[in-house]
C-alpha cells in the first residue's frame, strides 16, 4: 500500500444511513468525533470525498460524503477513509499510529529477529501485534510496554520480550 504512504487510516464506510445518499461511517480515531475535522478523505483506490457528520448512530456517525442515493452510500461499504499524516496531531513519545507499526521488525532482547509487525488488532482489550515469524501461523504480542518496551521508527524495529511460549 506504497501509494498510500503519508496518509492514515481513520475510518472506514460500513453502509448508507437513511435513504438521501448519507453514509454511516466508523471512526479509528482516538477522539471518534476528530474524523470529521480531517475532510476531505483519501480512499486507498485515489477517489477523494468531503465528510461532515450529520450525527452519532449506533457503531459511529451519519455523514455527509457528497453522496446523492443509499445506494451510492451502499456501494462504498468497507471502504477504508486515510487522511493526510499532516491534518492529524502529533502524538506524545509512548504512542503510535497503527500504520506506523505495521511492517517494523521485532528483533527479542537479545537481538534475535522474531519477524515482522503484520498487523494491529484491538479487540477491546488493548492493542495486540500480530507478528509473522518463522512459524506457519503468526504470534499474537500484546502491545505493553513490559512486553514492547522500545519502539524506534527510524531504525524500522521494535523490541520485544515476549511471554514465554509466543514465538514457539
Known sequence: MSKMAGYVCVGAVTGSFGVRGEARVKSFCADPEDIGKYSPLQTEDGREFPLKITRAVKGGFAANMGLRTKE?????????????????PALPDDEFYHSDLI???VVDTGGA???????????????????????KSPALLPFTKEIVPTVDLTAGRLVADPPEGVFD
Open 103 to 105: 511492517g517494523l521488525e
Open 72 to 88: 451510492d452510500a451502499d456501494a462504498l461499504r468497507g471502504t477504508r477513509l486515510y487522511a493526510a499524516r499532516e491534518k492529524l
Open 113 to 135: 529477529v522474531l519477524g515482522r509487525v503484520k498487523a494491529v488488532l484491538n479487540h477491546g482489550a488493548g492493542d495486540i501485534l500480530e507478528v509473522m515469524g518463522q512459524g
